[in-house]
C-alpha cells in the first residue's frame, strides 16, 4: 500500500470518528445541554471544517504535519509535540510514565530455565516507553515459547499495541494450537483489530525438552543460530503480523545440541547507527557472536550489547533495542 494510500485510509478514519463523536455530542447537548458538551461540539465542528479546507493535521502554531499516532488517539489535537502547552506537555509526560510502567510489567522474569533451555533478554526502549515486543513463556510439557517482535508507530500508541500482542499470545499459548495456527489466528485478530497502518514484525520460537526447535519468521531480522562456533541465520520468512486478513506463515524447524545457541534481535540492533551515520549492521552481529564460541545467553547479550556501545561511541539510540538468547544446556 503506496504512502497516499495509508495517508488516506488514514484520514477516513479519523473523519469517521470526528462525524460519530459529533453524533453523540448532539444528542448530549439536545437532552442536557452541558456546556462542556457544547465546547467539544464546536471543537469537532472546527475540525471538520479543516477537512473541508485540507488544513486538519496542520500545527496551529509551526504549520508543519501533526503526529499521526496523537490524531488517531485524539483528533481535535491542533498542535505538534514541539509546541504543547505546560500543562498538556505535563499531561502527556504522566501518560508515558504510565504505559511505561505498564510495559515493565508486562516484561517475563529474566534467566529462565526449562528442561534443558536457558533464556535470557536485554529491553531497552530508545526513549520512555518501547514499540519493542518480548515475552517468554513456560508452558510445562508443550515447551518453552519465546517472542520478540516490533509494532509500527511510536509512542504510547506503539506501546499499546505491544501490550495487545502480549495479552493475545498469552491466550492463544494456554489454548495449545500449534506455532502455524497461532501466529495466522494473531495476525488476523490484529488485522481486525487495530488500524490498516498497524502491523508488527514478530519471531515466534517453541523450544522442546528433546532438543527440537520450531520457529516462525514474521517479516522480523533473521534470528542467528551459534552452533560450534559457527553462525547461520534462520532466513525463512513471511509478512509482518496484521498486513492482511487471510495471511499464511510457515514454521522452520531446527535441532539444537547442548551450548547451541539462537540469538533474535529488534532492528535496533542492527540498524545502530555511530555519530557518523554509519549503520552497525547484521552482518556485524553475525560476525561478533561467531567469535564468542560456546556462551551462556547472559554473555552473548552482554557481548552484543558492549559491542553495540562501543559502535555508537555516544551516539543518540535511534530505535528502541532488544535482544533475546536462547541456548540449549546440558541436562541431568
Partial sequence: MGVVQVTTVVDDFIEQQLLERRQRLERAVAVGGQERARRLLED?????????????????????????????????????????????RSALEQDLELAAQVQRGLLPKQNLANDGWQVSYHYEPASVVSGDYCDVVDAGEDGLYFLLGDVSGKGVAASMLTAHLHAMFRSLISVGMSLK?????????FAGSTLPTHYATLVV??????????VCNAGHPHPLVLRSGKVNALEESGLPVGLFHDEEFSVAELY????DSLLLYSDGVSEAVDGAGAEYSSDRLRSLVASL???TPEELIAACRT??????????????????????????
Avoid at 256 to 259: R, S
Fill in 44 to 88: 469537532v465542528d472546527e475540525a471538520l471544517a479543516k477537512f473541508e479546507n485540507g488544513t486538519y493535521g496542520i500545527c496551529e502554531v509551526c504549520h508543519d504535519t501533526v503526529e499521526t499516532d496523537r490524531l488517531i488517539a485524539d483528533p481535535l489535537v491542533r498542535v505538534c509535540l514541539d509546541h504543547l502547552s505546560p500543562i498538556e
Fill in 205 to 214: 520460537g517453541r523450544a522442546l525438552p528433546d532438543g527440537r526447535v520450531e
Fill in 307 to 332: 559491542d553495540v556501545a562501543h559502535f555508537r561511541n555516544g551516539a543518540p539510540k535511534n530505535d528502541d533495542l532488544t535482544i533475546l538468547a536462547v541456548s540449549r544446556r546440558e541436562t541431568a
Fill in 256 to 259: 539444537l545440541e547442548p551450548g
Fill in 293 to 295: 564460541g560456546e556462551s
Fill in 181 to 189: 495456527c497461532m501466529v495466522e489466528h494473531a495476525s488476523r485478530v
